[in-house]
């Protein structure tokens, strides 16, 4: 994941591409772990990295970023286009599990135009769909 930001983030901005990320949480894992157990855990992050790979494109990156969360990198993909994933992608977990997750949007632009920075919007839109009520997706503004 890492690799693949560092080698396309500069193509990005040197021949005007898209390249968002999209990155999600599952919401109260702890709490789903604390009621069914860690191994019930275990395979519910295996069920939602199924889902994950099984919703993004050929093209897509989806990687396991830490913990219960994931990162997606969508290439050639704006920020509204990397938001329409994202929902589909939050619908299909709601529909095939029982749990919901919230989800951050962010494009690579000039003010991101980093790994780090990149995503770091990411991760604070999450936050916000989080802190918004969870189950949703943000889109860094």
């Known amino acids: 994941m890492e690799l693949v930001l560092e080698r396309d983030l500069p193509n990005v901005h ?11 949480d599952v919401d109260h894992f702890k709490c789903f772990n604390d009621e069914y157990g ?3 855990g275990d395979r519910l992050l295996a069920e939602l ?8 494109r050929e093209n897509d990156l989806p990687s396991r970023y830490g913990g ?5 990198i969508l ?3 704006d920020a ?10 939050r619908v299909a977990v709601a529909a095939s599990t029982r749990v919901t997750i919230s989800l951050g949007v962010a494009q690579a632009s ?3 135009s980093d790994r ?26």
């Open 38 to 40: 860690h191994p019930a």
């Open 116 to 141: 780090l920075s990149l995503t770091q919007a990411a991760d604070e839109a999450l936050y916000q769909a989080k802190a918004d009520g969870r189950n949703r997706v943000v889109v860094a503004s």
């Open 68 to 72: 219960e969360e994931f990162l997606v």
């Open 80 to 89: 509204r286009g990397a938001a329409r994933f994202a929902e589909r992608l």
């Open 49 to 56: 990295g199924a889902i994950v790979r099984r919703e993004s």
């Open 110 to 112: 000039h003010t991101r």
């Open 14 to 24: 040197r021949y005007g591409r898209a390249l968002s990320v999209v990155m999600l």
């Open 75 to 77: 290439p050639e993909t």
